[in-house]
């Protein structure tokens, strides 16, 4: 089926605004991940999900970030007040379960310009 | 904390040579990844190590896994220009599904 789907692609923010970044992962996926990826970087973890609920944000850099996935399948990272450091690319990646050594795959990413 | 390092970061070569890039973690890990991304793009599943002794292959590219050394390896066989982008290793902790990711290989295949 579908891979995992991301929108927007692209989303450029003025200081200080909110924005809402969604992803769509795999049908039938149990887990749902958030990753930041600054520039020439590697993907850093923020936080994920088992079904609806959400069993680790130790990545999340502020309380600004925030994640929910209410209906255990489409999930969305929300950031308050942007800030220029919070400019990078956000991907998620889903799993087929948890508890084993499942492959992640990732979607397309969003990529967050904040000026 | 599982801490993940690659080198070389950035790695330049002739169509046709062989090399290797290596990935070192700081702490046991239970799985080992290899991801690539192109340019622009998102990551791209290679690999999935998950035992001492494993290795895999997928056309020119080989990865193996050395739990007693903490390292995994991913070697590129006669190497071609559509090889080129930035490979990434990931490992996991036990029990914990987030990856942690080394900051990547940028990989150029001169012609």
């Known amino acids: 089926g579908a891979g995992v789907s991301q929108s927007p692609r692209y989303k450029v923010a003025k200081r200080g605004q909110d924005v809402a970044l969604r992803c769509d992962p795999i049908s039938g996926h149990v887990s749902l991940f958030w990753y930041q990826q600054a520039l020439g970087q590697g993907p850093e973890f923020l936080t994920y999900f088992q079904n609806e609920a959400q069993l680790d944000k130790s990545g999340l850099p502020s309380d600004r970030f925030f994640a929910e996935r209410p209906e255990g399948s489409v999930s969305t990272l929300k950031i308050q007040r942007t800030q220029q450091e919070d400019s990078a690319v956000y991907l998620c990646?889903?799993?087929?379960?948890?508890?084993?050594?499942?492959?992640?795959?990732f979607g397309p990413g969003t990529r967050l310009t904040v000026t | 904390e599982l801490k993940v390092e690659q080198n070389p970061l950035f790695l330049s070569m002739q169509e046709g040579k062989n090399y290797t890039i290596y990935c070192n973690y700081s702490t046991t890990s239970d799985r080992l990844y290899w991801y690539r991304q192109d340019p622009g793009k998102s990551l791209e599943s290679l690999f999935v190590l998950l035992s001492n002794g494993a290795v895999k292959q997928e056309g020119r590219l080989m990865a193996s896994l050395d739990t007693k050394a903490r390292l995994s390896t991913l070697h590129i066989t006669a190497a071609v220009h559509d090889l080129s982008a930035t490979y990434f290793c990931a490992g996991g902790d036990f029990g914990n599904e987030k990856l942690t990711f080394g900051t990547g290989t940028r990989l150029t295949i001169i012609p």
């Open positions: 990646a889903s799993s087929l379960a948890i508890g084993g050594p499942y492959e992640q795959y």
